[in-house]
């Protein structure tokens, strides 16, 4: 019943800049943290960055500096805005909520992936 729908990504030059959206909506009771993962083709997924329900940020160290991790006054949106990309930054990136559909009911969704490519 929860839906993460993600938008922005394509292709940019090294140096430059992207940014992404993703918007959660449905059965939402109360939403705890949202977030940014990447993974490479043959790679497991790893954390780009985090944001919770008070606003505390947490970053992967090969993005500290250059990404900013941001949500809109209700809550429901997060942005990464990716400030002087690089080519390892080229990833599918994937937005992800850890979401309280009830009162007792959690889990964790995903958004469907966003392709960010970063080449000269």
């Known amino acids: 019943q929860v839906q993460l729908v993600e938008s922005g990504g394509g292709l940019v030059q090294p140096g430059g800049s992207l940014s992404l959206s993703c918007t959660a909506s449905?059965?939402?009771?109360?939403?705890?943290?949202m977030g940014w993962y990447r993974q490479a083709p043959g790679k497991q997924r790893e954390l780009v960055a985090t944001i919770n329900s008070g606003g505390a940020t947490a970053y992967a160290d090969s993005v500290k500096g250059r990404f900013t991790i941001s949500r809109d006054n209700a809550g429901n949106t997060v942005y990464l805005q990716m400030n002087n990309l690089q080519p390892e930054d080229t990833d599918i990136y994937y937005c992800n909520g850890y979401i309280y559909s009830s009162m007792t009911t959690w889990d964790a969704f995903w958004g469907q992936g966003t392709q960010v490519t970063v080449s000269s």
């Open positions: 449905g059965s939402i009771f109360r939403i705890v943290a």
